[in-house]
């Protein structure tokens, strides 16, 4: 079994910044990719950045250039480090591991206030 610690999640002004965490553990021999994703009131969840075990990244285009993903595979982590935060990127903010398959976080919330 796999569990997934998400945190850094809380309210801000927009044009902050946030910092989410994510840590797995468990019956873990090797993560492929770790994500995380999103899911604001009334929509459906959307990818906002992955990345593979090679670093290899990928974006959501409404959040290149403002936010950056990263992971420490020896403490099997992901990171998600959001700048210049608008209201639109309030949403619950899911981790998303890929191992033999996928475990999600239990969401952590994000708010940007104007």
């Known amino acids: 079994q796999v569990q997934l610690v998400e945190s850094g999640g809380g309210l801000v002004q927009a044009g902050g910044s946030l910092r989410l965490s994510c840590q797995a553990s468990?019956?873990?021999?090797?993560?492929?990719?770790m994500g995380w994703y999103r899911q604001a009131p009334g929509k459906q969840r959307e990818l906002v950045a992955r990345?593979?075990?090679?670093?290899?990244?990928t974006y959501a285009d409404s959040v290149k250039e403002r936010f950056t993903i990263s992971r420490d595979n020896a403490n099997n982590t992901v990171y998600l480090q959001m700048n210049s935060l608008k209201p639109e990127d309030t949403a619950v903010y899911y981790c998303?591991?890929?191992?033999?398959?996928?475990?999600w976080g239990q969401g952590t919330q994000v708010t940007v206030s104007s």
């Open positions: 998303n591991v890929i191992i033999t398959r996928t475990y």
């Open positions: 468990g019956s873990i021999f090797s993560i492929n990719a």
């Open positions: 990345i593979t075990r090679g670093g290899f990244t």
